[in-house]
């Protein structure tokens, strides 16, 4: 019976210490999840501020006299006084410049020839 009562108590430590080691285990992997998810929020919200800063620059860019001004010239057609403003109209058919200058589609190259140029034609010193 003294035999048995000192592998029972190692046996019993054994496992205490496994539990412990287990729960240590666990804890630990808790903790770096938490860290992992602590990170990613902080880059949430890094990103978060940086975008609150650009809505502040265009908040503040909108409330300027020369943006307001634009908005009225373009939506509104405000002018200044003393102002002159001139109209192009747009053109919807090509002028004869520009098609005079425009080349016409290569006709197709058969294939035999383009092994030509590839073999003999475009080779390089090799």
Partial sequence: MAFLRPNIVLLITIIAVILIVF???QEASRRWQAQTQIRELQS???????????????????????????????????????EKVVLIPETSTPNQQTTAFQKEP??????????????FVNTKNS
Avoid: C
Avoid at 108 to 116: A, N
């Fill in 44 to 82: 949430q919200v890094d990103n978060m501020q940086k975008h609150l800063v650009e809505l502040q620059q265009l908040n503040e860019y909108f409330r300027t006299k020369d943006y307001r001004e634009r908005i009225a010239r373009e939506q509104l057609n405000y002018r200044a006084p003393g």
């Fill in 106 to 119: 290569a006709a197709p190259v058969s294939t035999p020839l383009k092994w030509w140029y590839l073999f």
């Fill in 23 to 25: 729960s240590l285990a």
